[in-house]
Nanobody, 124 residues
Framework: VQLQASGGGLVQAGGSLRLSCAAS????????GGWFRQAPGKEREFVAAITWNGDNTYYADSVKGRFTISRDNAKNTVYLQMNSLKPEDTAVYYCAAGRITTATMRVSRQYDYWGQGTLVTVSS
């Protein structure tokens, strides 16, 4: 599975962005989907994840209530809607997919496939 993340950009604090993660090469429907981010000088951290059928979603405490992960298996795409953005959300955002259990969806090394990352910059 090849993943292509897009939708990043520069936005003012309080604004919104929608990230997309388009899969190719194979259907993404059997896989859980996740978003992670890495800010300059920091380690990669979990942002959000969604089960293969979209029935369950998981969020980092720092984004809960502001970000929404969703998926459209017919379009082979996972999305991350980001609202009320803050300067501390500035990072490169990576999408990922894998056959993983709900217990490990927050763990980056459990994912099998990764996109190239898209930069989100939030100005104050």
């Amino acid at each position: 599975v090849q993943l292509q993340a897009s939708g990043g950009g520069l936005v003012q604090a309080g604004g919104s962005l929608r990230l997309s993660c388009a899969a190719s090469g194979r259907t993404i429907s059997p896989y859980a989907g996740g978003w992670f981010r890495q800010a300059p000088g920091k380690e990669r951290e979990f942002v959000a994840a969604i089960t293969w059928n979209g029935d369950n979603t998981y969020y980092a405490d720092s984004v809960k209530g502001r970000f929404t992960i969703s998926r459209d298996n017919a379009k082979n795409t996972v999305y991350l809607q980001m609202n009320s953005l803050k300067p501390e959300d500035t990072a490169v955002y990576y999408c990922a997919a894998g056959r993983i259990t709900t217990a490990t969806m927050r763990v980056s090394r459990q994912y099998d496939y990764w996109g190239q990352g898209t930069l989100v910059t939030v100005s104050s």
